[in-house]
């Protein structure tokens, strides 16, 4: 299983950015494919997530109605469109796949690729 976070980068408060996950290594059908984030001094939380098969969606409260999660099935890659950044929106992103089950939990996510730093300036 490989995933490859991209998209990165530095904003000011209030810009958008998009950020890509593209995945390889397994078939997708009966996966999750979540973003997470890890804030300095804080521990990594589930930002939302998407079900490649039927496209079923998660947000956290804290991005509902700025984040937007889709997915690219033919070019197997998630995105996660992040607007009205808000600086505490500031961490490292990462995508992680879990097999079947919806989960938020660090624990319980099957892979991890490696992560993206987003930087929100106020």
């Known amino acids: 299983v490989q995933l490859q976070a991209s998209g990165g980068g530095f904003v000011q408060a209030g810009e958008s950015l998009r950020l890509s996950c593209e995945y390889s290594?397994?078939?997708?059908?009966?996966?999750?494919i979540g973003w997470f984030r890890q804030a300095p001094g804080k521990v990594r939380e589930g930002v939302s997530s998407i079900r490649i098969s039927n496209g079923d969606i998660y947000y956290t409260d804290s991005v509902k109605g700025r984040f937007t999660i889709s997915k690219d099935n033919a070019k197997n890659t998630v995105y996660l469109q992040m607007n009205s950044l808000k600086a505490e929106d500031t961490a490292v992103y990462y995508c992680a796949v879990r097999y079947e089950l919806l989960s938020t939990r660090v624990s319980d996510m099957d892979s991890w690729g490696k992560g993206t730093l987003v930087t929100v300036s106020s």
């Open positions: 290594g397994f078939a997708p059908d009966n996966y999750y």
